[in-house]
């Protein structure tokens, strides 16, 4: 069984940071691109940023260099860091595995909520 799970979420104040965490079980971690998605109040899910299994990183053109996502394949988790923050990236931030060569093997994370506010 496959499960993606997201931690790290919270409230942060404009300006702050925080570090998302996807651990993933069920799946050969080495062979997905692991990829960060969110979905603001009223809005449609959107790329945030995403890791191939060997290593190539796009990210939105809308997070500004404000993310930067890493992996790590031994512990088989992707992470998310965030900085300077604003209210705009208030949102629920899902996880995503997708394999490298068969489409079809996509999964989701539950989503964890990031609010930015004073």
């Known amino acids: 069984q496959v499960q993606l799970v997201e931690s790290g979420g919270g409230l942060v104040q404009p300006g702050g940071s925080l570090r998302l965490s996807c651990t993933a079980s069920g799946i050969t971690f080495s062979m997905y691109t692991m990829g960060w998605y969110r979905q603001a109040p009223g809005k449609q899910r959107e790329l945030v940023a995403v890791?191939?299994?060997?290593?190539?990183?796009n990210y939105a053109g809308s997070v500004n260099g404000r993310f930067t996502i890493s992996r790590d394949n031994a512990k088989n988790t992707v992470y998310l860091q965030g900085s300077s923050l604003k209210p705009e990236a208030t949102a629920v931030y899902y996880c995503?595995?997708?394999?490298?060569?068969?489409?079809?093997?996509?999964?989701w994370g539950q989503g964890t909520q990031v609010t930015v506010s004073s």
């Open positions: 995503n595995a997708r394999h490298r060569s068969i489409n079809s093997l996509d999964y």
């Open positions: 890791i191939t299994s060997g290593g190539t990183i």
